[in-house]
Structures are given as structure tokens and as C-alpha cells.
């Protein structure tokens, strides 16, 4: 969104104000204003007009418009309604020297997650892509991966719904008090970088939102089904703006994925490429391994797929 629609959408927010009033303010044309109230009509903003001038009524849009205005962190917004993968359009920005965009959509036709395993992203969701250029190690990267486990977890928390986070990175709601969940959001991240530095660094994010999950696979949940409907770009905003707080404090990361974690307490088994193991999950690195209390001892695990297991 360009700066002088910002500030037009800004001037309404605030109460009526005159076309002329806006004009000279702004030091544009009341041709240029009426434009620019034209344009924001056409991306869905409420904009009412009466005696005392224009005001803005309400934003229920959801496109990189409307997230944008009003959203507290550093993001542009790509906005699609419908898109393969918003991680592979990410991937495209990327290349292209892009930093800093939320590649958003309405709806993924080929979303995938972790391990090129499928993922349903159906209309309602919350599909969102975010490109960051960090000055950062490759060892790092993994907590960019908790940051956004914990931004997604925060909305969906302010929202209502009960979310925890299951190592390393799936938002999930607690079923019981045997460590037994329903996922309510993945994240997937993926990098390109050198031996010392992280050239860019794609964080994806889908969170089940406006869905039924009887239409989601096996053992998902959606903020529909635990809280009600929410206003996704309020959703997504507060997702953003988590992600930003957390990427630029990274020492404040893993003290917040401990608050949220499922995982810690819980006997887990560990499927990684040198075998599985099997123990009890007590904490995480500061790099955000998992640390496992095996029968042979403490195992760190950097990267697996995590069970969850029942108590013996």
C-alpha cells in the first residue's frame, strides 16, 4: 500500500474528514482523493461518506490491503486467493532478492509440509509464507522455525483456543492429560545460505482457522471447531507482528517455546536418521534441540519426527 492511501486510511480511522480537508493535508488534488478513496472502495474498505465527510466504517477484507493497515511489524504483503504453495511463490521472492513479504493466500492447491508430505489448505485457512534476509548462522535457522511455532500458537491462543506446540514445531490443542493432541498448524522452513551465514530464509505457516475439520485429515482441529471463527487478518497481523517481535529478540525464544511446549514431560519417540530413540522429552537446547532421557542416558536430538507416547 502506498504511503498516501496509508495516511487517507489512517485520516478516516480517525472520524469524517472532507475531501478538501484530506487534499490539503496531504498536498494532493481532491481528484487525487477521490481516487484514492475510489481504490481503497475497490479493495473492500468500508468507506462511508456523509455531511461531515468520508470515515472509515469497518475492514472486513482480507487482502494485503487490509493486513497491511493496521499491521505493527516491518512486512509488504503478496495476497493470492488462490496459490500452489505460498513457501514455493516465498522461494520465487527470494530468489529475486525480496526480504521482508508475507506471501499470504486464501486458499494452497499444493501445499505441502514437512518431508514433501501433503497438506490440506483449503479456503479459510491461515496460509502465509514470510521472507526474511537474517543475519544469522545456519545454525540458528532452527529458532526461526520456534519463533514462528510460537507466533502461531500466540494468535491462536489470543483467539481463544488452547494451543501448545509439539516438538519441534506443530501447533497443537492438549486432548486429556496424557500428552495426546489434535494439530492445529505446521510450520515449514526452508533456507538458503553459506557455511557461515543464511542468505534467505523462507518460515511457513498454515494454521487450520475457518474450517470444518471434519473435511481436515485424521487427528487435525481448527480454531473453528475449539473457539469459533476468527478475523483472519486480525489473525494473521498478530501472527506477523509475534514473528517480528521474536526473530528480533532470538535470546527470548526458547524461554517462550518452553511456556508453550506439550512435548516436555512426555515420553516421545524420536525417528531420525541414526535410529530411533525412546525416553522421556526434558528440555530443549538453546538451539532448540530436543534433549531425551533415555534407559542409556540423555540423548540431543537436533532433527526427528516427534510421537508422542502413552505413559507406561
Known sequence: MNETR???????????????ALADELDISRAAVWKHIDGLR???????????????????AY???????????????????????????????AT???????????EQTGGRGRLEREWSAPAGGVWVSIVTRPTITPAEAPLYTLAASVAAATAAREAGVDARI?????????????????KLAGILTEMEGQTDRVDWLVAGIGVNANLDSDGLPEGATSVRDE??????????????????????????????????????????????????????????????????????GRVTVSAGDCEHLRPV
Open 6 to 20: 496509508r495516511a487517507i486510511l489512517e485520516a478516516l480511522a480517525e472520524g469524517p474528514v472532507s475531501g478538501p
Open 42 to 60: 475497490e479493495a473492500d474498505f468500508e468507506i462511508e461518506s456523509g455531511s461531515s465527510g468520508y470515515e472509515l466504517a469497518g475492514v472486513d
Open 63 to 93: 487482502n494485503a490491503p487490509a493486513i497491511e493497515f493496521g499491521l505493527e511489524a516491518p512486512f509488504s504483503i503478496e495476497y493470492h486467493d488462490s496459490v500452489g504453495s505460498t513457501n514455493d511463490r516465498a522461494r520465487e521472492l
Open 96 to 106: 529475486d532478492g525480496a526480504t521482508d513479504v508475507a506471501v499470504v493466500a486464501d
Open 166 to 182: 509439539k516438538w519441534p514445531n506443530d501447533v497443537v490443542v492438549p486432548v486429556g492429560d496424557d500428552g495426546a493432541y489434535r
Open 227 to 296: 473457539a469459533g471463527d476468527v478475523d483472519r487478518r486480525h489473525f494473521v497481523q498478530r501472527l506477523l507482528e509475534e514473528f517480528d517481535r521474536y526473530r528480533t529478540d532470538l535470546e527470548s525464544v526458547v524461554p517462550a517455546w518452553r511456556e508453550l511446549a506439550l512435548t516436555l514431560g512426555q515420553r516421545v519417540r524420536v525417528d531420525r536418521p541414526a535410529g530411533e530413540i525412546v525416553g522421556e522429552a526434558i528440555d530443549v537446547t538453546e538451539s532448540g534441540a530436543l534433549v531425551v532421557e533415555t534407559d542409556d
